[in-house]
């Protein structure tokens, strides 16, 4: 599948800003099943951009702004090849172990509650089977609603709503993996909408299994990924694959505004 994506990010201050830093993970990277046939950050206003990798692997793009700065947009535009494999993981940077995966964060700690719906479900020791089965349940229990921006919400506080966005349902997933022992990350990407009606980054899991690798599931559709995705960033949460974060020097608050338009434009 070729998969065009249009991002943008746009932030309003009230009080002129000295200084901008920003980290962007917004650039995805090839593997296995996505080439990246072309890919342009655009900033509107004089910065500095400088291109990394960071401890996850994650390509990344350091941007430098000084002031007086009223207001910033920062534009994706690129165009992916995809192939997907059953949500299998394929020829991407790995550079830590799948145990470091394990580790629990804020926003992926399990309760009690979260727990036992967990222990309702395909009890079994076929791995992967549970894995969809925990997607699947996930999916079943709650309507999924997108939201743009991240406010923070833990796994345990989405739990305990009645419907979450695909953020919060990534975060479930991992932090129910991670209670059963078995090794899970934070996705962050892009994902083509059949309606079309999609706004903002989207957001899936991977978990780890012994002699298959890594495997992707996305609880937001009740599935594993496909061509239909573009993989971008990983993390132990949300925080650490947001595609725009870092700090400001100025007074004032801030106005974020995303919009992201994803589409297919035909088979390969």
């Excluded at 309606?195 to 978990?207: I, K, L, S, V």
Aim: charged share 25%.
């Amino acid at each position: 599948m070729r998969i065009a994506v249009d991002h943008r990010t746009r932030y309003r201050f009230t009080e002129p800003q000295v200084r901008l830093v920003q980290l962007l993970r917004l650039t995805p990277q090839d593997s296995i099943d996505q080439t990246v046939v072309n890919w342009h950050i655009g900033v509107d206003c004089d910065a500095r951009l400088r291109e990394a990798v960071d401890g996850f692997g994650n390509r990344t793009t350091m941007l430098y702004c000084e002031g007086p700065i009223d207001a910033i947009e920062i534009t994706v535009h690129g165009e992916v090849l995809t192939a997907g494999d059953a949500g299998l993981v394929r020829g991407v940077i790995e550079p830590l172990p799948p145990a470091l995966f394990l580790r629990v964060t804020d926003r992926t700690r399990a309760s009690a509650a979260m727990r036992d719906f967990a222990q309702e479900i395909a009890p079994g020791e076929d791995r992967i089977a549970r894995l969809h089965a925990l997607n699947s349940a996930l999916h079943a229990r709650f309507a999924c609603r997108e939201e743009r921006n991240d406010t923070g919400l833990s796994a345990e506080a989405a739990f305990r709503r009645e419907h979450a966005s695909p953020r919060d349902l990534a975060h479930l997933l991992v932090a129910l993996a991670r209670a059963e022992g078995v090794p899970a990350r934070y996705v962050s990407g892009y994902h083509t909408r059949e309606d079309g009606e999609g706004h903002a980054p989207h957001a899936w899991a991977e978990a780890h299994v012994d002699a298959l690798g890594w495997l992707a599931f996305d609880p937001s559709r009740g599935l594993s990924s496909d061509e239909h995705y573009v993989r971008v960033a990983v993390a132990l949460d949300a925080a650490g694959a947001a595609p725009v974060a870092g700090s400001r020097l100025g007074e004032g608050r801030e106005c974020l505004d995303v919009d992201v338009q994803v589409a297919e434009l035909g088979r390969q």
